[in-house]
């Protein structure tokens, strides 16, 4: 590795921005190929029940608080890319072992293996990410945070658009076509991730790193962790995330379980639905980037949080048994609001602890958010997995009835049963962590009317002026009309 830079200069800095976006890209590769509708369906296929679907989307989270130990690493060897380079190769050749499972784990030990492998690839992946934020804290201009991320996750959003595509579609081949077990075509997803990861980690080597800012006083660790705890703005704004992400953490690992077990819908289908949301991602990373950097993240926060509840209580909707004709475009509805709000809540969502993390003490404040943050989403869906068991025979129905002189009219306006009491809880508690971001303070913030015009407004000019906006959407056109060709049923039928 290259040594650390005293000062970056102007080239040196373009240069290890460019190298960031690559990882980026090369993360976002092994991010798909490895996660949610893959690894969920890897699991169902070794015979994973809801409390192992739920236990395996809190690992990650879990593993979050690896990062209390590595800000006394970081501070303690004050080399962030090396403790990031090691954490993250090692991190990543865990996949490699996940993708052999079929092929060397007998039956009976698959499970373990698999959780346990998922562990210390969260593990070592959180240790390397609390050295890489506290990194690229001090790499990128806090002017250019927002325009740079939006950037990056725009291009990294593309790329996982057209690999999504890929794999599904490879999937549904292999499950026709391939003469080898169904479960063989995802040990090949993981195996083509693993090698997009490593190289990754190649592109991470030789990014510039900022000598960390040394502070004046020597503060033990234990009183170094709780700095974030002792900063009045900063602790509400770890209350805020920590109630938001128990809110969105308790439901979305189950969307990918609810549409194979309750919808029967083809793995094609689920990430054609996929698609579409990473599409509406990718089409207003940059306006909400653009809106973050001229008004402020909790701004960008008011305006999208509201959104993608609305989304996650629609979810409800779909399980009404009257109704499932309009399960498919109501989940593209769905999927198209949850990429559009989505895109917002994770740029502005890491944007704000950034800005808010002092200079020189960002690890610790970095950290210390993410131990909570992981603590909420790490027990959430294990409570989501107990709570779907629970109201699995358990129905509530909602029905308004019109009576007249020409007869009487039913309308099951709400029905609830099984994975819609998950569904309608998270979307409570989700309103109770809007009213804790009320409290967070942010230079910049705008009333949410301001920032709804301006955004209209962008929406508008990226359309008319035919920017990536106006080809984003005619790529969303094509999959809705794709999806509407689809039989949902087929794999039933067959």
Request: charged letters at 15%; a positive charge.
């Amino acid at each position: 590795m290259p040594e650390r830079l005293d000062a970056i200069t102007g080239s040196e800095l373009e240069k290890g921005l460019s190298k960031v976006v690559k990882d980026g890209l090369t993360t976002q590769a092994m991010s798909v190929l490895t996660g949610g509708i893959f690894l969920t369906a890897f699991a169902l296929a070794l015979g994973a029940n809801n409390l192992v679907i739920g236990l395996i989307a809190a690992i990650p989270a879990f593993a979050q608080l690896a990062q209390v130990p590595t800000v006394y690493l970081v501070e303690r060897y004050r080399t962030r890319r090396r403790i990031c380079v090691y954490a993250s190769a090692i991190s990543r050749i865990f996949w490699l072992v996940i993708a052999v499972i079929p092929f060397v784990v007998p039956p009976g030990a698959v499970i373990p293996v698999l959780v346990g492998a998922i562990c210390m690839n969260a593990v070592f992946g959180s240790i390397g990410g609390c050295s890489w934020n506290s990194w690229m804290r001090d790499l990128v201009p806090t002017d250019r945070l927002g325009s740079f991320f939006s950037r990056r996750l725009f291009l990294a959003t593309i790329l996982g658009i057209g690999l999504s595509w890929a794999a599904g579609v490879f999937i549904d081949g292999w499950d026709t076509q391939s003469l080898f077990p169904p479960v063989y075509g995802y040990s090949v997803l993981f195996l083509l991730a693993f090698f997009a990861g490593m190289i990754g980690v190649i592109f991470l080597s030789s990014t510039p790193e900022p000598c960390l800012v040394r502070r004046r006083e020597d503060l033990p660790f234990h009183r170094r962790i709780l700095l974030p705890f002792a900063d009045t703005n900063f602790r509400r704004l770890i209350r805020f995330m920590g109630c938001w992400n128990f809110a969105v953490n308790l439901a979305t690992p189950f969307f990918t379980v609810f549409m194979i077990q309750v919808l029967d819908l083809d793995l094609s289908v689920i990430v054609a639905l996929s698609i579409l949301s990473q599409l509406m991602h990718c089409a207003f990373l940059q306006i909400w980037g653009s809106l973050s950097d001229r008004f402020s993240n909790k701004s960008i926060l008011g305006v999208c949080c509201p959104l993608f509840l609305v989304s996650i209580f629609a979810w409800t909707f779909t399980v009404i048994p009257d109704q499932r004709l309009f399960s498919i475009p109501l989940l593209a509805a769905i999927h198209l609001l949850s990429g559009i709000a989505g895109a917002g809540i994770t740029l502005a969502s890491s944007n704000i602890a950034l800005k808010l993390a002092p200079s020189g003490q960002a690890t610790a404040f970095l950290a210390g958010n993410a131990m909570m943050n992981s603590l909420a989403a790490g027990i959430a869906p294990v409570i989501g997995g107990i709570i779907a068991d629970v109201f699995a025979d358990r129905q509530l129905m909602w029905t308004l009835t019109w009576t007249s002189s020409a007869g009487t009219a039913s309308f099951e306006t709400l029905h609830l049963e099984h994975w819609g009491f998950l569904f309608f809880f998270a979307s409570v508690l989700g309103v109770y962590a809007l009213y804790r971001l009320k409290s967070v303070a942010e230079s910049g913030e705008a009333p949410r009317e301001v920032v709804v015009k301006e955004l209209v407004t962008c929406v508008r000019q990226s359309v008319r002026d035919r920017t990536p906006l106006r080809r984003v959407w005619s790529l969303v056109t094509s999959t809705l009309c794709l999806l509407q060709t689809t039989d949902p049923r087929r794999r039933k039928s067959e």
